[in-house]
């Protein structure tokens, strides 16, 4: 089995765009370099985010257990204050489809209420 470490992680900015951001599993502490308000620390075989929520503006923490991302296409962290998608996490193909969904969303909402 060839094991696809590959990793896609897309996360809501103030503006309710999101930023895509590709990497994979190993160098996953990287997405700091992108992400200033994103920390990643990896404690036995959990993953934990620290995320300063470009949201709400608090701080959320998220842990997964690393075997979470092998065997998902999708993982979905929402910001607990407001009770809206965060970040999304996983294979390119499935997270580049919610972005697409959720921003659409978006704009309908933003339309609707500049009529
Ligand atoms: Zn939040």
Same mark, same amino acid.
């Given at each position: 089995?060839?094991?696809?470490?590959?990793?896609? !992680?897309?996360?809501?900015?103030?503006?309710?765009?999101?930023?895509?951001?590709?990497?994979?599993?190993?160098?996953?502490?990287?997405?700091?370099?992108? /992400?200033? !308000?994103?920390?990643?620390?990896?404690?036995?075989?959990? /993953?934990? !985010?620290?995320?300063?929520?470009?949201?709400?503006? *608090?701080?959320? *923490? #998220?842990? #997964?257990?690393?075997?979470?991302?092998?065997?998902?296409?999708?993982?979905?962290?929402?910001?607990?204050?407001?009770?809206?998608?965060?970040?999304?996490?996983?294979?390119?193909?499935?997270?580049? *489809?919610?972005?697409?969904?959720?921003?659409?969303?978006?704009?309908?909402?933003?339309?609707?209420?500049?009529?």
């Amino acid at each position: 089995m060839i094991l696809n470490t590959k990793i896609t !992680f897309a996360i809501k900015s103030s503006e309710s765009k999101y930023l895509i951001v590709e990497t994979d599993m190993f160098k996953i502490k990287n997405l700091h370099d992108k /992400i200033h !308000f994103l920390n990643v620390k990896i404690k036995n075989k959990d /993953i934990m !985010f620290q995320i300063e929520c470009p949201l709400c503006e *608090k701080n959320h *923490k #998220y842990i #997964y257990p690393i075997n979470n991302f092998i065997n998902k296409d999708l993982l979905i962290g929402g910001c607990e204050t407001l009770n809206a998608p965060l970040f999304l996490l996983g294979k390119e193909k499935s997270v580049r *489809k919610m972005v697409k969904l959720y921003e659409n969303i978006n704009s309908e909402i933003y339309d609707s209420t500049i009529k």
